[in-house]
């Protein structure tokens, strides 16, 4: 199960009100000179079927956009057992082979996934595939996210929080401290969200990019320090309210490369969203994705040193 060492009420509860920061829709620049570097931007994006196969494809900031081949690997999980997912880690081993790890929410259980792909994306079966159960209590959430600071410098300190927000608007903060999780914040105020994204990560700090209900799109920046309250920013005032899910990868030194799902009409469209900073943020939207969203899930996949410096 997961370890709590401290609980809701004293895990400084706050409200952020993001809901009702959102005024008036900041002017957007477009200027070429200002925005995010898209050339070499690309986002590897993973699904999980309704078979349970797990897929990956890469989707490039090309002008049209691209959409690489699809590899899939069937028998990673059960059929229509996932229910929440987190950003997945792709880490090369010897020759063609490539270890990937993550969690998932699975029957209400937390757990985490871990499996070795060949060079056709088939399951190795000379590694062990695993698919552990942490601890229940997880069918009352809206999503999961996982964040791994893994240093380049091996000297560097290396960090694994799990954030997770449950269905009446609290969002909860944990730290794997080796065989467990240690809870290390709580906040309310974020249930108008709808998508939410990492785009930052600092050694004190981790930025998401979040849209509301009511249209906004903001910047939520959380200090790792223990029981730290976020802090919100208005990036755009209104339009943003139409994706279901946002999924964030770096782009160029400081940007980002933002995918927006829109889930009623299974489509996606991709933007270059320069540094963070306010409604002075750069947005250039790219156009629509040549890919339908039709499966239930959809997560990025990240490299082992995933370095995010948008926020």
């Known amino acids: 199960m997961i370890r709590k060492t401290v609980g809701l009420a004293s ?62 690997t069937a028998g990673v999980f059960a059929p229509n057992q996932v229910q929440h997912i987190s950003t997945f880690t792709g880490t090369p081993l010897l020759g063609t082979l490539e270890a990937r790890s993550g969690l998932t929410v699975q029957s209400g259980a937390l757990y985490t996934n871990s499996f070795v792909v060949d060079g ?42 799990l954030y997770g927000q449950r269905t009446d ?49 903001v910047t939520v920046t959380w200090p790792t320090k223990y029981l730290a309250a976020p802090t919100s920013k208005v990036v755009r005032g209104s339009t943003w309210q139409g994706f279901e899910q946002l999924v964030a990868t770096k782009c160029g030194t400081s940007g980002t490369l933002l995918l927006g799902i829109d889930r009623d009409t299974r489509s996606g469209y991709l933007y270059a969203v320069g540094h963070a900073n306010g409604g002075s943020t750069v947005i250039k939207s790219l156009g629509k994705v040549p890919l339908t969203f039709s499966d239930p899930q959809y997560f990025r996949i990240a490299p082992k040193y995933d370095v995010l410096n948008g926020g």
């Open 11 to 72: 895990a400084a509860v706050l409200a952020l009100g993001i809901g009702t920061a959102a005024t008036a829709q900041a002017q957007q620049s477009t200027t070429a000179g200002q925005t995010a570097t898209t050339a070499a931007c690309a986002l590897r994006l993973g699904s999980v079927t309704s078979t349970g196969a797990f897929t990956s494809r890469m989707i490039n900031a090309t002008s049209p956009i691209t959409v690489g081949g699809v590899r899939g």
């Open 169 to 217: 608007g609290i969002t909860q903060r944990w730290v794997s401290d080796g065989g467990s999780w240690r809870i290390t914040s709580g906040v309310g105020g974020l249930s108008t969200v709808k998508g939410i994204a990492l785009i930052g990560r600092t050694a004190t700090s981790e930025t998401f990019l979040a849209n509301t209900r009511s249209g906004a799109l």
């Open 120 to 161: 056709e994306s088939q399951i190795d079966p000379h590694y062990p595939k695993n698919n552990l159960r942490v601890g229940g209590g997880w069918g009352n959430y809206r999503w999961i996210e996982q964040s791994v600071l893994q240093p380049a410098n091996a000297g560097d300190p290396a960090r694994v929080l």
